[in-house]
């Protein structure tokens, strides 16, 4: 039971929780990897810029669980002993503050850091790409995010039963995010949104959200993180995800 509760809190971490039913995850997951479309057998990218719903998950789960030395552990460890670990305390209130974009720094972190339940953002705002994150900040969420999916896979037995890739999430170079951009294009998946990140109606929220297409903001204030920004530039981001496939037994 603690293991299937675990599965369904991490739903929403990997983007799944809008098209994907936990009991057609495995057989899904091996055709793409979570929250993305694909731009070649080997990579694929998510459909729109990581949103503040989606950061927040993060942001909690550091609260609650996540950090570098957890995310050692929990490539060693079986998936009992990732379950039965926790937090001692504060202990990761400082990566929590760390990794706070720029519109959280007035946060009062010390009750913040407490009130693991509480919404970090605007909950009229949670669907709009979260700002003012810098490239250490998005460089570790990708890392994040990956790991996360890494313990549902090690959760859940019906992996076995297909043969599913290794999923690893980064930040994109620039030559990436062109290539993809001309890639969709070509096949006519691409949606181009003139107006900034934090301004996208509540009425246009649904169709942004449902759209397949590949989400690109043209705006001269926005500028997407790569993997060869400036660690002093903060932004928006999203993540690529390297598909590589285990040899056959």
Request: net charge neutral; with cysteine; proline share 4%.
């Given at each position: 039971m603690?293991?299937?509760?675990?599965?369904?809190?991490?739903?929403?971490?990997?983007?799944?929780?809008?098209?994907?039913?936990?009991?057609?995850?495995?057989?899904?997951?091996?055709?793409?990897?979570p929250?993305?479309?694909?731009?070649?057998?080997?990579?694929?990218?998510?459909?729109?810029?990581?949103?503040?719903?989606?950061?927040?998950e993060?942001?909690?789960?550091?609260?609650?669980?996540?950090?570098?030395?957890?995310?050692?552990?929990?490539?060693?460890?079986s998936?009992?002993?990732?379950?039965?670990?926790?937090?001692?305390?504060?202990?990761?209130?400082?990566?929590?503050?760390?990794?706070?974009?720029?519109?959280?720094?007035?946060?009062?972190?010390?009750?913040?850091?407490?009130?693991?339940?509480?919404?970090?953002?605007?909950?009229?705002?949670?669907?709009?790409?979260?700002?003012?994150?810098?490239?250490?900040?998005?460089?570790?969420?990708?890392?994040?995010?990956?790991?996360?999916?890494?313990?549902?896979?090690?959760?859940?037995?019906?992996?076995?039963d297909?043969?599913?890739?290794?999923?690893?999430?980064?930040?994109?170079?620039?030559?990436?995010?062109?290539?993809?951009?001309?890639?969709?294009?070509?096949?006519?998946?691409?949606?181009?949104?003139l107006?900034?990140?934090?301004?996208?109606?509540?009425?246009?929220?649904?169709?942004?959200?449902?759209?397949?297409?590949?989400?690109?903001?043209?705006?001269?204030?926005?500028?997407?993180?790569?993997?060869?920004?400036?660690?002093?530039?903060?932004?928006?981001?999203?993540?690529?995800?390297?598909?590589?496939?285990?040899?056959?037994?």
């Open positions: 603690k293991n299937t509760l675990l599965l369904l809190l991490l739903i929403p971490f990997l983007g799944l929780s809008q098209d994907l039913s936990v009991n057609n995850l495995p057989k899904k997951l091996a055709k793409k990897a929250g993305t479309i694909k731009i070649s057998d080997q990579l694929s990218i998510d459909k729109r810029p990581v949103d503040e719903s989606m950061y927040q993060f942001l909690q789960s550091i609260q609650s669980y996540w950090n570098d030395e957890r995310s050692k552990e929990i490539r060693s460890n998936i009992q002993e990732i379950l039965g670990s926790s937090n001692n305390g504060k202990m990761n209130q400082p990566l929590f503050t760390k990794m706070l974009p720029t519109a959280l720094k007035s946060l009062d972190v010390d009750k913040a850091f407490k009130e693991n339940n509480s919404s970090l953002f605007e909950v009229a705002t949670m669907h709009n790409p979260v700002v003012g994150i810098s490239k250490e900040q998005a460089a570790t969420y990708c890392k994040w995010r990956t790991d996360m999916l890494f313990i549902t896979q090690k959760n859940d037995k019906r992996w076995s297909v043969t599913t890739p290794i999923y690893t999430y980064r930040l994109a170079t620039e030559e990436e995010l062109t290539m993809a951009t001309a890639h969709f294009e070509e096949k006519n998946r691409i949606n181009v949104i107006t900034s990140p934090s301004q996208i109606a509540p009425t246009s929220a649904k169709s942004y959200l449902s759209s397949n297409d590949y989400q690109v903001f043209k705006n001269s204030s926005v500028v997407e993180i790569t993997s060869e920004s400036s660690e002093n530039e903060s932004n928006i981001f999203r993540c690529v995800c390297e598909v590589n496939y285990p040899e056959k037994r």
